[in-house]
């Protein structure tokens, strides 16, 4: 069951409203933080602390290796 | 796009832009009256002329104009529309509120996309303000266009670069993956993500057998049955690298010289049917995959080969240290089980195993008359044993890739508390993987029979173990000892250990 205090917080901050707004137009998108941060015009320390926010809330996934971390939307059809 | 609504999309634009306003502030000014500016879409001209008054009358609204829009008026502005179309010129109007009136046509490159009408009370626009006119909104309606080619361009380029990023980043994440237990399932993962299916399967072949490898579904966890490359039609045509591309289905096969793998994909989430696309881009991916997949096997292999160097440098120094100074060789498990049930790393368990084996490495350089000294030792003869951790971290550094291992092996000795030797590290300053060690070299040494010491039973000895816990021991490294005794792993290991050193 999703919480829905997530829904109300992605809401009011609008860099995660981006965030989600941005893998929601592009689902198929796996990318770093860095990147993400230029896909949605952000400064990539504020992007980087939302995603692993989302993360956290397992809105989005993160890949990470010694070489390269990425981040990808939900399959959670219940989320999306 | 088709014709209107680029029309549409330009009309929109211009009127959005700012620019008739503009225009407007610079005909009041020269005239010195008030001009009225209607926008027109090209589709006007189908219009009625109701439609027309009502655009005119919001105009005149806005403009705070009270004026009487008449029937005339409207269709001479409708009538000199429809004839804009056909001759592409300014046409005059002629309107009761109005002392003048013209119709410009916004015509580019051979199309009109629509019209500005001007009017103006008590003023007039001659020949070098009709120009003007005409000349401003050309440079208007060729700005808006370029700003709608550019939207296009935008929104066209923009997913093909987000696509073309996520290769790459898809390309980092696998090539930087050598472990092929991590690899497959990454890779499988990434497919789904990326092509949106509802599953996903790695085939790795073995022998004339494509056997799934790793299966990642959205769903339920699907079943997945190996395929026979010789009895099945899509075996065949997969051995032959064709790519086999259904509404519902997408198989890519991993090729090198020969077949090694294939990616295998089931349904798009979104119902719709698999397409050139989603065969393009698991086409890169699978070319990236056996890059990755080759480099991760290679990387197997170097490990291997390194694990057997090791064991047979340790078996060398072995043969020169006698038994009581060396590790039966399931001391290797003992310490790998405790490091799983604590969590460790697949590249620090690696590390840790390779310091097990070249652990005590140091003790060639101890005098052999120590080593085989049957009684007690005297002070003197402990530091030179004593310093065995010092001898074999300077012996593996030598060694470039082993520089991990070597505060492994430095500190295997320190005790949790500070009273451990060389340095009296004290917590955890001390190295997991030496923490670990230590718990495992005090559990052997506690059940192996030494000339010098009497062994304990096994169960004594996991009690000594938890005695020490936070004094000699770190207490998380013994928890996880503990849950290895209570799954029966290290009673197991321990019955391996006393029968490798009776038959020794």
Redesign the interface.
Known sequence: MIKRNIFVKIKNDPVLLKIVKFFHE???????AE?ISK?IGEELKTVRKKLDYLVKKKVI?K?K????E?Y??T?D?ELM | MNGFSLEKKVIDTISGSGDIERLKYHLDSLTGRNTILVLFSRTSTQKTSEEIKSTLRTVLQEAEVKAKVTKECIQSIHRKLKRCVRSKKIEEVKCSFADEGWVFPLYHGGLIYGFLCVLINKGKLNAQLLKFVEDFLLLSLEKALKEIELIKVHSNLR?RA??L??VH??H??I???LNMDELLP?LA??C?????SKTCIIYVRKGNKLQPSAVVS?NSKPRAKSINLEKSKIGRALDEGAVILTPRRLWVPLMEEELVGVISLREK?SGKPFDINDREIVTVFAEQAIVAIKNAQLYETQSKILMESLKTLSKILDVKSPKTYTHPLSFVDLVMAIADEYGVSPKEKEYIKYATLLLDTGKVAIPEEILKKPGRLTPEEYRSIMEHPLKSAEIVKSIKSLKPIVPIILYHHERYDGKGYPKGLRGKKIPLGARILCVADAFEAMICHRPYKKSLGFEEAVEEIKKQSGRQFDPEVVEAFLRAVKKGKIKRISCRMLEEIAGK
């Not at chain 1, 592009?26 to 770093?32: G, Q």
């Open positions: 592009n689902p198929s998108c796996i990318d770093s990147n896909w996934n890949d290796t010694y070489l390269a990425a990808s939307y399959q059809k | 997913p987000i696509a990023s996520t980043t898809v980092r994440l090539s930087s993956t990454r993962r990434l789904l993500q990326v092509t949106r959205v989430q």
